[in-house]
């Protein structure tokens, strides 16, 4: 090789670096518009002058940014930065990733500038307008689904560890979803609702939920140094969320004029997915055998852990609230919120951030700036979250009962006004912790010294 094309070749990892660190950038920004569109809720006459800031605008903003933005992107980094190493290679295309971090930014930018401009479908979790569907399956999917696939397909590794099999098929899931999804397939009436829901369900369980999982199965036994505890365990989780996870889409739909026997098939094979779910809480306990000690002193398994831990109550609640007899209830109230918000912040987002701290310092070759900081982190957002999540499902059981006994709405607002402020104050806990994530990343890049030298803790902090 020559010198020039060397130099012209990027550095491993680059293409990691770029997406985590600009995934960070869209958590800490799309929690923001999550915080603004909280205090509207307890006090609507909040920037009501403003109408690029109306609750219809800035609700799903916060929405798909968080879940485009922060938790899609960090999985691309992840799988950017893990497909290598499991793969004993490079990645196929440092320069493929990387374009593709940032085409994925520009996308970013426009779908939130048309949203601020009300340029949307009014369809859930799929409000930005189809020809930025078919922007995203171009220039996001195909390009970082051909770049892990083909560094799988030259691997230099024998067999093929958990995490790959989950990132090589959820990239072909996601895809299938995300088509028959789009605007572009001209659904209507009562098979556009399906299908609205269909979408909305396998993007949480074949994408958010699998990968989610797949990078505890690196992250987990690379710090701990314990091997996963079974792979047998791993590929009956792989293979019942592709099995069981498609099907009960409806049960998000046990309100709507569809057909009785969709509902019930959906509510009852909505329990299967606690198989794929136990599964995976049991094989990443079991691994932590003897290294218990790591979830207090190392935060990397702090925020790993702590996210596999919600899955059980997260799983649990979904089972429950999916039954006839509980979800006429609490359908349509703020106890849907809070558990999604169990779901993508408590479960997701936790493995996330864990995997964050433990990816960009080593991909940057430094120590965490603040290990201080980073548990100021995780106890603000660990706490933010416990008091959000609670203040969020009292709310909506004032909602339920308020439904089922007809008081009047405005009655119901009154009463539930307290939990919308308690919900404000842990919110913006939240919110602070996220700035300060992103504070913490960049000083981490950009400290001229070892930062040994100043915080001896932070270099064994992260490994
Ligand atoms: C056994 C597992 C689970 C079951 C049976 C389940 C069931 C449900 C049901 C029935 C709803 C709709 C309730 C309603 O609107 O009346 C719901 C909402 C939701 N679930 Fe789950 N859930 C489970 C696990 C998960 C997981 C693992 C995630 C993601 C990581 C998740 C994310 C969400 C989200 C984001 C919503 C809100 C959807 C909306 O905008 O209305 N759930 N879940
Ligand atoms: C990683 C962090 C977060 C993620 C992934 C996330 C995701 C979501 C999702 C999926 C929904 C739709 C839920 C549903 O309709 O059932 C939602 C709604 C919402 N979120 Fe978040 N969220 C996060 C953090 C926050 C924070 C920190 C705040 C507040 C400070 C917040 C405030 C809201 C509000 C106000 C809504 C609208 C609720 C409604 O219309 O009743 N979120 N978020």
Redesign the pocket.
């Known amino acids: 090789m020559t010198a020039t094309a060397a130099k012209r070749e990027l550095a491993p990892g680059t293409a990691a670096k770029l997406a985590l660190f600009s995934a960070v950038l869209w ?1 800490a920004v ?2 923001t518009f ?2 603004i ?2 205090i509207k ?1 307890a006090y609507p006459d909040f920037l009501s002058g403003v109408p690029w800031l109306t609750f219809g605008v800035i ?1 799903p903003t ?2 798909d940014v ?2 485009l933005g ?2 899609s992107m960090a999985f691309a980094g992840a799988m950017y930065y893990m497909t290598p190493a499991l793969c004993n290679t490079k990645l196929w295309s440092e320069r493929l990733g990387v374009v593709n971090i940032w085409l994925w930014n520009v996308g970013m930018v426009v779908i939130i500038a048309t949203f601020l401009n009300g340029i949307m479908t009014g369809i ?2 799929h409000e930005w307008i189809w020809p930025i569907d078919i922007y995203i399956i171009f220039f996001v999917m195909v390009p970082l689904a051909v770049n892990v696939w083909m560094t799988i397909l030259h691997r230099k590794t024998k067999g093929i560890y958990v995490s790959l099999w989950f990132f090589a098929a959820c990239l072909l899931m996601i895809a299938v979803t995300f088509l028959l999804g789009s605007d572009a397939m001209g659904w209507t009436g009562i098979a556009s609702a399906y299908m609205t829901w269909w979408y909305a369900h396998n993007v949480l369980g074949l994408w958010i939920t699998p990968v989610s999982a797949a990078i505890a199965y690196y992250v987990i036994p690379k710090v701990t140094g314990n091997a996963l505890y079974s792979h047998r365990i791993g590929h009956i989780h792989f293979w019942a969320i592709v099995g069981f996870y498609s099907t009960p889409g409806a049960h998000h739909l046990m309100a709507a004029p569809i057909p009785e026997w969709i509902k019930s098939f959906a509510s009852v094979s909505g329990v299967l997915i606690l198989i794929p779910a136990l599964a995976f809480i049991t094989n990443i306990l079991l691994t932590m055998e003897g290294k218990w000690h790591m979830f207090v002193d190392n935060p990397v398994v702090q925020w790993s852990l702590t996210g596999v831990l919600f899955a059980l109550p997260l799983n649990v609640q979904g089972a429950f609230q999916q039954t006839r007899a509980i979800n006429w209830y609490i359908h349509g109230t ?1 106890w ?2 809070a ?3 169990m ?3 408590g479960f ?2 936790f493995i996330e951030v864990g995997a964050v701290y433990y990816a960009l310092p080593r991909l940057l070759g430094k120590p965490l700036y603040s290990v201080a900081m980073a548990r100021w982190h995780f106890w603000l957002t660990a706490l ?1 979250f416990m008091g ?1 999540w609670t203040s969020l499902t009292t709310a909506g059981l004032v909602q339920a009962a308020g439904k089922a006994y007809n008081t009047p709405f405005d009655t119901v607002l009154a009463q539930e006004h307290p939990y919308n402020v308690a ?2 104050f842990f ?2 806990m ?2 602070l912790a996220t700035w300060m994530f992103l504070y913490n990343m960049v000083k981490t890049a950009t400290a001229p010294v070892p930062v040994a030298e100043r915080e001896p803790a932070a270099v064994q902090a992260t490994g």
């Open positions: 958590f799309g929690v999550g915080g569109t909280r809720m609700r916060h929405v968080l879940i922060w938790i859930k979790y703020d849907i919120v558990h999604a918000h779901a993508l912040l997701s987002t933010g959000f919900a404000i919110g913006w939240i919110i």
